[in-house]
C-alpha cells in the first residue's frame, strides 16, 4: 500500500501549477476589477414574446362583419328569435336594435361594439363582443354573461320576376313604390315624400303590427337608416309605416337592393328602381 503517497507526490506539481497560473492571471487585472463571468448565450436573432397588435377604434363596424346571421341554415329561410343583422351603424336583434356609439377591433376577426339599445319599450347601453370564425361564415356574440354562435345566412332575394318600381306625383307629394303588376297593381312596399315636410315614409303592407316595436329599417347594402313607425299599425295604407326625416343615404340606398326591416318580419331585398325614376323621385322629396 505505500505506493499511494508515491503518486499523490507525483500530481502535486502540476496542481501547483495550476494554481499558479490562475493567480498570475489575476494579479494582472487592473484594481477593482474582477475576473470575467463566463459570457452567457445570447437569444438567437428574431426570437422573443410573441407581439399584439394594440386595438383601435372605429365608429362604424367594419364590412367584414356585416351580413345576416341566425341560429341554422334552416332559421335562415324563416326568421326566428336569434336572427341579427348587421351593419356599419347598427345591430338589430328579434326583439331589440343597437345604433353604434363606438367599436373597438381586437383584430380582423374580433371587435367589441358599444351601442345605445331600444327594445320592447326600454332603453339601455351595452357592449358586445363579436368574433368570426370559420372564414366567416360565423359569427358568435358574447356580453351580459351570455355566448351564441351564428351562422351567416346565405344572401336570398326575394322574388321578384312580377313586380316592378313606378312613381307618382301630386299635391300631396311624391311618390316611389313597388308594385305587383299582374295582381292589379297591389303594391309591395312604398316610399313616399308628403308635400311641405322634409319626411321619407316608407310602408309595407305585408306587414304585421307588433304592439312592442316601433322601429323600422330601411337601406341597402350596409347602409340602413332607422325610422319611427306605429305599433297600431297603418290604417290607409295598411300593413305598417315607418317615418323620419330624408335620410342623406337616401340617393345610395336606391342604388342598391333595397330592405326593409320590422321586428323578425323582412322585406326584399329588392332590385333597386331605374336611375330615371329615382331621380324623379330625389326630386319630389327635394321640393
Same mark, same amino acid.
Given at each position: 500500500m505505500a505506493f499511494r503517497p508515491l503518486i499523490l507526490l507525483a500530481l502535486l506539481p502540476t496542481?501547483?501549477?495550476?494554481?499558479?497560473?490562475?493567480?498570475?492571471?489575476?494579479?494582472?487585472?487592473?484594481?477593482?476589477?474582477?475576473?470575467?463571468?463566463?459570457?452567457?448565450?445570447?437569444?438567437?436573432?428574431? %426570437?422573443?414574446?410573441?407581439?399584439?397588435?394594440?386595438?383601435?377604434?372605429?365608429?362604424?363596424?367594419?364590412?367584414?362583419?356585416?351580413?345576416?346571421?341566425?341560429?341554422?341554415?334552416?332559421?335562415?329561410?324563416?326568421?326566428?328569435?336569434?336572427?341579427?343583422?348587421?351593419?356599419?351603424?347598427?345591430?338589430?336583434?328579434?326583439?331589440?336594435?343597437?345604433? %353604434?356609439?363606438? %367599436?373597438?377591433?381586437?383584430?380582423?376577426?374580433?371587435?367589441? %361594439?358599444?351601442g345605445d339599445y331600444q327594445g320592447e319599450g326600454e332603453s339601455w347601453k351595452a357592449t358586445r363582443q363579436l368574433r368570426l370564425s370559420e372564414g366567416g361564415s360565423k359569427l358568435t356574440v358574447a356580453g351580459d354573461g351570455t355566448e351564441l354562435v351564428r351562422i351567416r345566412c346565405v344572401d336570398r332575394p326575394a322574388p321578384e320576376p312580377s313586380t316592378r318600381w313606378e312613381t307618382s306625383a301630386s299635391g300631396e307629394g311624391a311618390a316611389l313604390y313597388l308594385a305587383h303588376f299582374h295582381l292589379g297593381g297591389e303594391r309591395v312596399v312604398t316610399l313616399f315624400c308628403p308635400a311641405g315636410s322634409n319626411d321619407l315614409l316608407v310602408n309595407v303592407p305585408g306587414f304585421r303590427p307588433v304592439g312592442s316595436e316601433e322601429r323600422m329599417s330601411f337601406g341597402a347594402g350596409g347602409t340602413a337608416v332607422a325610422l319611427v313607425a306605429d305599433p297600431r299599425g297603418d290604417r290607409q295604407r295598411g300593413g305598417v309605416t315607418g317615418r323620419g326625416p330624408v335620410p342623406s343615404e337616401l340617393p345610395t340606398i336606391l342604388r342598391s337592393r333595397i330592405a326593409v326591416n320590422y321586428g323578425s318580419q323582412n322585406s326584399g331585398p329588392y332590385a333597386p328602381p331605374s336611375p330615371e325614376m329615382a331621380k324623379s323621385f330625389l326630386a319630389g322629396c327635394r321640393d
Open positions: 496542481a501547483l501549477a495550476a494554481c499558479g497560473e490562475r493567480e498570475a492571471a489575476n494579479e494582472a487585472l487592473p484594481s477593482g476589477h474582477e475576473p470575467a463571468a463566463p459570457a452567457a448565450a445570447s437569444p438567437a436573432a428574431g %426570437v422573443g414574446p410573441p407581439t399584439h397588435p394594440k386595438p383601435t377604434r372605429s365608429d362604424t363596424i367594419p364590412a367584414r362583419f356585416h351580413g345576416l346571421f341566425d341560429a341554422s341554415a334552416s332559421a335562415c329561410g324563416k326568421p326566428g328569435e336569434y336572427r341579427l343583422a348587421v351593419s356599419a351603424k347598427e345591430l338589430r336583434f328579434h326583439e331589440s336594435a343597437a345604433i %353604434v356609439r363606438s %367599436v373597438t377591433i381586437d383584430s380582423p376577426d374580433s371587435i367589441h %361594439v358599444a
